[in-house]
């Protein structure tokens, strides 16, 4: 979701896990699939971008375990306080966003913040920065802390001015490697809507001088996101609810195809949704249903989609934050039983996986006894 053209580190955050025996509780990924202590790992989570600034409500943290979510993707930065770059809800302040022109910088577009090197070295700085912070509860740095499932460089980046996708493939390579540098354990992405460098295969022609494989196949970059918003991103007109979910099944059909057989990448569905304000509960559930049924389809055949991430969650009493796309996990039993019914169906999957896992592995050692 596009509130602005923000441009700043993100987390994945694991609710659940920790360590097991013969493991350090960090997600990693072997070949299309993200794996935890050695087993497999599906995430069915939120987007909470609000997260850094109003802290988490200890009464939401229950229903999100209740519905069995896991991972949380929010802003690696406040966007609160006098000198924030979202001073209120969908307000920003337009001097900290043009960071560099205090500096005697000529900054010309926000696409600069891709090639200008004192904006570059900004952002590189609150890397580290952030990376090498220390939990002051736990007393870990945030690059050794396997709660963190992942970094992405950038909540959806584009740059117009250089449809060619080659400015966005130079900087996501250089930020790849500098974040590689400090931490080498946690997995990034780049953060990418999945448009390809080919606007026929966008929606309504959308091109933004990004390129769904090309940025992907950066060194550094450990798996692949696609976001989907059918009611926003349809040509005008195409607003009815089934051409949406059948533009929306051949988007993420595309994309799972591409992991697998371009990429050899997990893939994450990392923000989804559908305004309440336009298509109401029933066609939000529709979409919802549409987006976990592709993710189950390809986890339960072992392809590359691991998990998907919607937009988004909200406690009670938020109501500033509302943009039609919110989720209040108890106002909507019918959307609280969809999200809950992905957790409990990818939760036996993981579980199937990592049983036939140990079986084949004893098969494995009797097979090998029996021949000595």
Known sequence: MRLHEALALLLLLCIHGGAEAGGDGFVRVQGTHFVL??????????????????????SQRSKAAGAGLSVARTWAFSDGGSNALQYSPGRYNENTFQWAREQGQNIGSDDEFFTNPVVKGFYKNHIKTVLTRVNTITGVAYKDDPTIMAWELMNEPRCQSDLSGRTIQSWITEMAAHVKSIDARHLLEAGLEGFYGAAAKNPSGYQVGTDFIADNQA?????ATVHAY?????????????SQLRFLGRWLDAHVADARAKLGKPLVVAEFGASRRSGGEEQRDAVFGEVYAKVYESARARGPAAGALFWQLLAEGMDSYGDGYEVVLGQAPGTDGVIATQSRRLQ??????????????KAGKGAKGGSN
């Open 219 to 223: 060194p550094g970059i450990d798996f």
């Open 348 to 361: 036996g999957l993981a579980r199937a996986f990592k049983q036939a896992r140990r079986r084949n592995g």
């Open 230 to 242: 059918p009611d926003q991103w349809l040509a005008p007109g195409v607003d009815d609810g089934a």
């Open 37 to 58: 202590n050695g087993n497999p790992f599906f995430a069915n989570g939120f987007n909470a971008y609000w997260l850094m600034t109003l802290g988490a409500d200890p």
